[in-house]
Every structure is written in structure tokens, then in C-alpha cells.
């Protein structure tokens, strides 16, 4: 059996009166994520992870924030494309640990929500997607409700 590891990054301005989709909840906020597609940052970083670890190059890579087929989707969308490439590489999903890094809102009443979210998309236990979320302790544009982050790692198998 062959494993690799993957680490994946994603950073997203926050507006405000804008859409707030994190692990595909859409979270009440009087700030939200802005980019091309729905700026879901912990799908995105998810998605780096994942093809990092099967060296299929990054999220950009594969759906470009130039191409309008990508405008406004649902990174549910892109996570699933993401598995299909891994799929045709003979991959599978061992387990994905993701943080979030933001102030407001609070994650953790909508942890389980989104772990049911990546599951359902992938097609793995819930029990093999951790989240955890942090805050910048006010510090930073993190702290100043500018921007949020998240950090994914993953493990890929093929037998």
C-alpha cells in the first residue's frame, strides 16, 4: 500500500452583507467570504490538500478563477471533482483534519453540519473529518474580521 500526506491553505476577503459558506453551511454573519466561486476557504483548502498529496497540482490549477463555468458554484462542486481526479489516479481518502482561523462566527455549533457536508461529497466516514476552529486572539486581519483562513491535511491511499 502506497500513503501520501497533503497540506492545503486558503485565505478569503470578508465582506460585508456578503454570503458566508464554510464546509457548505451557510452561516449567519454580517460578514461573508468573497472569490469566484461561493469562497468556501475550508473546502478550498481541503481540495489543496487533497490534490497536493496526489501531486495533481492546486485548486487553481484545475478550476481557475477566470473561468466563468466556475463563477458563483458551490464548492461542494469542486470538492467532488477534486475526489474524481483522485479517483482516476486510484486514491483514496484516508482521513482529512482541517482549522479554521476566524473571529466571528462561532464554529462549533456548525462543526457536525459540516463534517455531514464532506462526507456526503466524498463518500467517507464522518468519523475521518476533523474541524476544529480557532480565532487570531484579535490580531492581525484575521482579528480584524478582514479575512479568514483555513489549513487542511490530509492522507491519501492506493493499494
Known amino acids: 500500500m502506497k500513503i501520501k500526506v497533503g497540506f492545503g491553505f486558503d485565505v478569503h476577503q470578508l ?15 454580517h460578514k461573508g467570504a ?8 475550508l473546502l478550498h483548502a481541503i481540495c489543496d490538500a487533497l490534490l497536493g498529496a496526489a501531486n ?5 490549477f484545475h478550476f481557475k478563477n477566470t473561468d466563468p463555468q466556475w463563477k458563483g458554484i458551490s464548492s461542494v462542486i469542486l470538492l467532488q471533482e477534486t475526489v474524481k481526479l483522485l479517483t482516476e489516479k486510484g486514491w483514496t481518502i484516508g482521513n482529512i483534519d482541517a482549522m479554521l482561523c476566524l473571529e466571528a462566527p462561532k464554529i462549533n ?4 453540519q459540516m463534517q455531514e457536508n464532506i462526507a456526503q461529497a466524498i463518500n467517507i466516514d464522518i468519523e475521518d473529518i ?7 486572539e484579535m490580531m492581525g486581519f484575521i482579528g480584524r474580521e478582514e479575512g479568514v483562513v483555513a489549513y487542511a491535511v490530509c492522507l491519501i ?3
Open 15 to 29: 465582506k460585508d452583507n456578503h454570503p458566508f459558506v464554510i464546509g457548505g453551511v451557510n452561516l449567519e454573519h
Open 34 to 41: 468573497f472569490g469566484h466561486s461561493d469562497a468556501d476557504v
Open 56 to 60: 495533481l497540482r492546486d485548486i487553481g
Open 109 to 112: 455549533p456548525h462543526i457536525p
Open 130 to 136: 476533523s474541524i476544529k476552529a480557532t480565532t487570531n
Open 157 to 159: 491511499q492506493k493499494l
